[in-house]
Protein backbone atom coordinates (compact mmCIF):
# COMPACT_ATOMS: atom_id res chain seq x y z
CA UNK A 1 0.00 0.00 0.00
CA UNK A 2 1.56 3.52 -0.98
CA UNK A 3 -0.33 6.31 0.19
CA UNK A 4 0.54 10.51 0.03
CA UNK A 5 0.14 12.68 3.38
CA UNK A 6 3.17 15.07 3.44
CA UNK A 7 3.49 16.42 6.61
CA UNK A 8 1.56 14.54 8.69
CA UNK A 9 1.28 15.47 12.12
CA UNK A 10 -1.32 13.30 13.48
CA UNK A 11 -1.19 9.49 13.39
CA UNK A 12 -3.53 7.53 11.38
CA UNK A 13 -4.14 4.13 10.62
CA UNK A 14 -3.76 2.47 7.39
CA UNK A 15 -6.20 -0.72 6.81
CA UNK A 16 -6.35 -2.79 4.07
CA UNK A 17 -8.75 -6.16 3.26
CA UNK A 18 -6.99 -9.12 1.84
CA UNK A 19 -8.63 -10.08 -1.25
CA UNK A 20 -10.20 -13.05 -1.37
CA UNK A 21 -8.17 -14.27 -4.04
CA UNK A 22 -5.04 -14.00 -1.79
CA UNK A 23 -3.50 -15.96 0.95
CA UNK A 24 -1.44 -13.75 3.22
CA UNK A 25 1.84 -14.68 3.95
CA UNK A 26 3.61 -11.80 6.16
CA UNK A 27 4.07 -8.12 6.34
CA UNK A 28 7.42 -6.16 5.30
CA UNK A 29 6.76 -4.09 8.60
CA UNK A 30 6.82 -6.30 12.16
CA UNK A 31 4.08 -3.53 13.47
CA UNK A 32 1.25 -4.98 11.71
CA UNK A 33 -1.95 -6.16 13.30
CA UNK A 34 -4.23 -8.55 11.26
CA UNK A 35 -7.78 -9.32 11.51
CA UNK A 36 -9.48 -12.62 11.00
CA UNK A 37 -12.70 -12.48 11.20
CA UNK A 38 -13.33 -9.13 8.42
CA UNK A 39 -12.07 -6.29 10.48
CA UNK A 40 -14.07 -6.94 13.67
CA UNK A 41 -11.00 -8.16 16.11
CA UNK A 42 -7.36 -7.30 15.96
CA UNK A 43 -4.01 -8.33 17.06
CA UNK A 44 -0.62 -10.21 16.26
CA UNK A 45 -0.83 -13.35 14.02
CA UNK A 46 0.63 -15.56 16.91
CA UNK A 47 -1.95 -14.08 19.40
CA UNK A 48 -5.26 -14.92 17.51
CA UNK A 49 -7.13 -18.33 17.90
CA UNK A 50 -9.77 -19.76 15.01
CA UNK A 51 -11.39 -22.24 17.57
CA UNK A 52 -8.88 -24.27 19.24
CA UNK A 53 -5.86 -23.73 17.23
CA UNK A 54 -3.72 -20.51 16.79
CA UNK A 55 -4.85 -18.59 13.42
CA UNK A 56 -2.81 -19.50 10.83
CA UNK A 57 -1.48 -16.35 8.01
CA UNK A 58 -3.69 -18.55 5.30
CA UNK A 59 -6.89 -16.91 7.84
CA UNK A 60 -5.78 -13.08 7.76
CA UNK A 61 -8.79 -11.11 6.18
CA UNK A 62 -7.73 -7.74 6.94
CA UNK A 63 -4.43 -5.96 7.50
CA UNK A 64 -3.71 -2.78 9.48
CA UNK A 65 -0.67 -0.50 10.45
CA UNK A 66 -0.83 2.31 12.92
CA UNK A 67 1.31 5.17 11.17
CA UNK A 68 3.50 7.54 13.79
CA UNK A 69 2.86 11.71 13.17
CA UNK A 70 5.85 12.28 11.20
CA UNK A 71 6.90 8.56 9.83
CA UNK A 72 7.52 9.75 6.46
CA UNK A 73 7.77 6.37 4.76
CA UNK A 74 4.61 6.08 2.66
CA UNK A 75 4.70 2.44 1.57
CA UNK A 76 3.90 -0.53 3.39
CA UNK A 77 3.71 -4.20 1.79
CA UNK A 78 3.10 -6.81 2.42
CA UNK A 79 3.15 -10.62 0.43
CA UNK A 80 0.89 -13.14 -0.45
CA UNK A 81 0.20 -16.18 -2.78
CA UNK A 82 -2.51 -16.93 -4.76
CA UNK A 83 -5.16 -19.43 -4.07
Not at 40 to 68: C, F, M, N, Y
Request: proline share 5%; glycine share 10%.
Amino acid sequence: MQWNRPGARQPFTLASRVPEELAFQRSGDASVEVSIDGGRHWGRLGDLRRGKRLASPEDVTHLRWRIAAGDDRRLRSYSAIVR
